[in-house]
């Protein structure tokens, strides 16, 4: 049974902070990784997509990987209240089916 | 690109009516997922289709759901008949796998209500 695992939240951060999100799994064989933002009463939007372990960072996103301990983040520097929403984490194994977390809260606060 | 579209983006309707949901797929992807989302259960997958097949339908809750897909541009999730608990928002979403990445978009949704 795959299974990815977030920490529900509320996560609260001041505006301008760094806020750490993290998702662990259970499948060692996935090999892609996602994070989705959704705001309320919205879909899904995909921000991030990683596949190596390391690093790899989009304007104020950083996603990290690391494959031997199962585990990925994702890094929102300066974060402003518009980033405000549920982060979603994602894994799967090439061309299989996509298994979701059950999403992080991120609060900003002005 | 107008991305994956669904209709109706809202539907209120009564126990014992049959739902129809509707979803045309990014043009070229090649795969359709299906999804539920609700506050206690988060996102669910129902079901997704690999160049028009059903390849996963596990997630269907019972056989009051069922999900076609006649063609590469159009899929339909059909409730029959509704009750109150398959209240909740459904997602189509289309992906594209090329040169190792592999990458889903999701539609609007269609926010449910059954009374």
């Known amino acids: 049974q795959k299974e990815v695992e977030q920490n529900s939240g509320p996560l609260s951060v001041p505006e301008g902070a760094i806020a750490s999100l993290n998702c662990t799994y259970s499948?060692?064989?996935?090999?892609?990784f996602f994070w989705y933002r959704q705001y309320s009463g919205k879909s899904p939007e995909l921000i991030m997509s990683?596949?190596?372990?390391g690093d790899k960072e989009d304007g104020r996103f950083t996603a990290q990987l690391n494959k031997a301990s199962q585990y990925v983040s994702l890094l929102i520097r300066d974060s402003q209240p518009s980033d405000s929403a549920t982060y979603l984490c994602?894994?799967?194994?090439?061309?299989?089916?996509?298994?979701f977390g059950p999403g992080t809260r991120l609060s900003v606060l002005p | 690109d107008a991305g994956v579209i669904q209709s109706p983006r809202h539907e209120v309707t009564e126990m014992g009516q049959e739902v129809t949901l509707r979803c045309k797929p990014i043009?070229?992807?090649?795969?359709l997922f299906w999804y539920r989302q609700t506050m206690m259960r988060g996102l669910e997958l129902l079901i997704y289709?690999?160049?028009?097949?059903?390849?996963?339908d596990s997630g269907m809750p019972e056989d009051r759901f069922s999900a076609k897909m006649p063609n590469a541009s159009f899929s339909t999730l059909k409730i029959q008949p509704s009750e109150p608990r398959d209240s909740a928002v459904y997602f189509c979403?289309?992906?594209?796998?090329?040169?190792?990445?592999?990458?889903?978009?999701f539609g609007p949704g269609t926010r449910l209500t059954v009374l």
């Open positions: 979403a289309s992906r594209s796998l090329g040169q190792g990445r592999d990458t889903q978009y």
């Open positions: 994602a894994v799967n194994n090439y061309g299989q089916n996509f298994v």
């Open positions: 499948d060692r064989v996935s090999q892609s």
């Open positions: 990683i596949y190596s372990n």
């Open positions: 043009s070229g992807h090649d795969y």
């Open positions: 289709f690999n160049n028009n097949v059903p390849i996963d």
